[in-house]
């Protein structure tokens, strides 16, 4: 069954750093916009970043630009989102998901991914 998983959530204190991994299984990331999403309590999901499919080029959330970087390693069929000086705003569930077609620019719009992870914790906080 095809399926994403995220790992590396946990409590970290503000200004620290985290790096959040999505792994594909029997799904490939390879050429296929993916985007990092977040949903704090209460609160709508929103996107965070995203890698292109057709040129890897990354797009962010204004507030995280220049603190969170997204990557990916297509032999590892994993994307990952690094994130630095964290702040107690960051906390909120973080998801990974996939475009539906290949080779596409990313957008942080949610209709545009079709696979999506079960969400990694993130939380920040002294």
């Known amino acids: 069954q095809p399926q994403l998983v995220e790992s590396g959530g946990g409590l970290v204190q503000p200004g620290g750093s985290l790096t959040l991994s999505c792994v594909a299984s029997e799904l490939s990331l390879r050429d296929y916009a993916v985007g990092w999403f977040r949903q704090a309590p209460g609160k709508e999901r929103e996107g965070v970043a995203c890698i292109s499919g057709s040129d890897d080029n990354t797009y962010y959330k204004d507030s995280v630009k220049g603190r969170f970087t997204i990557s990916r390693d297509n032999a590892k069929n994993t994307v990952f989102l690094r994130m630095n000086n964290l702040k107690p705003e960051d906390t909120a569930v973080y998801y990974c998901?996939?475009?539906?077609?290949?080779?596409?620019?990313?957008?942080?719009?949610?209709?545009?991914?079709?696979?999506w992870g079960q969400g990694t914790q993130v939380t920040v906080s002294s």
């Open positions: 998901a996939r475009d539906t077609e290949l080779y596409r620019l990313c957008v942080l719009m949610g209709p545009r991914y079709n696979y």
